[in-house]
């Protein structure tokens, strides 16, 4: 069992930054992989990076690739997601996930509970 914390959303203009952390707590097998998910109002859930634990590879989507940062603290057990250039678009509530990945269903069996990030002018 793992139980995801995050933090770090907020409030913040268009163009600015933000940094969104994800702490897991619980045994981190080496075939997991972490992810941030955002879900915006009406829109279904988007896949914004994966990560590879064992390996550290990060593969992000086409929406914030340049603008997104994924990092991570093996000792930790923790993951970030640096956030540049802020676009209203980027308005969501941003989900950490984590386990045995399906890339079929793009499921996990362990979620955060969330953190709002909204983009406003």
């Known amino acids: 069992q793992v139980h995801l914390a995050e933090s770090g959303g907020g409030s913040v203009q268009p163009g600015g930054s933000l940094t969104l952390s994800c702490a897991a707590s619980g045994r981190m097998f080496a075939s997991y992989f972490m992810s941030w998910f955002r879900q915006a109002p009406g829109k279904g859930r988007e896949l914004v990076a994966l990560?590879?634990?064992?390996?550290?590879?990060?593969n992000y989507g086409d929406s914030v690739k340049g603008r997104f940062t994924v990092s991570r603290d093996v000792a930790r057990n923790s993951m970030y997601l640096q956030m540049n250039n802020l676009k209203s678009e980027d308005t969501a509530v941003y989900y950490c996930?984590?386990?045995?990945?399906?890339?079929?269903?793009?499921?996990?069996?362990?979620w955060g509970q969330g953190t709002q990030v909204t983009v406003s002018s």
């Open positions: 990560l590879s634990w064992s390996t550290g590879r990060i």
């Open positions: 996930a984590c386990g045995d990945y399906d890339p079929d269903t793009r499921s996990f069996p362990y």
